[in-house]
């Protein structure tokens, strides 16, 4: 149940780290030079390859709660998202993405609750 959740933080990261501009558009960020490059790199490729060494340790080591972890960093990130939609209005744009963050917690969850 972690498989799915854990190949897409991989790949995010992973692109988000190695080819931080081809991430600018999945993120509609505009980065200033190489310091808004190198932001993308660490925080949000960075967050991601941390989820996904948790996710990994979790299922080596037996011990889901790792999921949880991860479920309340995307669980932020969503609301983060909730909060921009009440303070800067709704824009469509960020539904697709608030509901992605969504179905990972709740996968996340499941495989806690009913761990292997």
């Not at 995010?12 to 993308?40: C, D, H, Q, W, Y």
């Not at 824009?91 to 761990?115: D, Q, S, T, Y």
């Amino acid at each position: 149940m972690v498989g799915a959740p854990t190949l897409m933080l991989l790949g995010l990261g992973t692109v988000s780290m190695f080819a931080p501009s081809r991430m600018t558009k999945n993120f509609a960020l505009e980065p200033i030079g190489v310091a808004g490059l190198s932001t993308i790199r660490s925080v949000i490729g960075g967050l991601f390859l941390a989820s996904v060494a948790l996710l990994i340790t979790g299922f080596v080591t037996a011990q889901p709660q790792a999921y949880v972890a991860v479920a309340i960093l995307l669980g932020v990130v969503a609301l983060g998202r909730v909060v921009g939609l009440m303070a800067d209005g709704f824009v469509k744009e960020v539904i697709p993405p608030l509901i992605v963050e969504l179905v990972l917690i709740a996968a996340l969850l499941g495989a806690f609750f009913r761990p292997f």
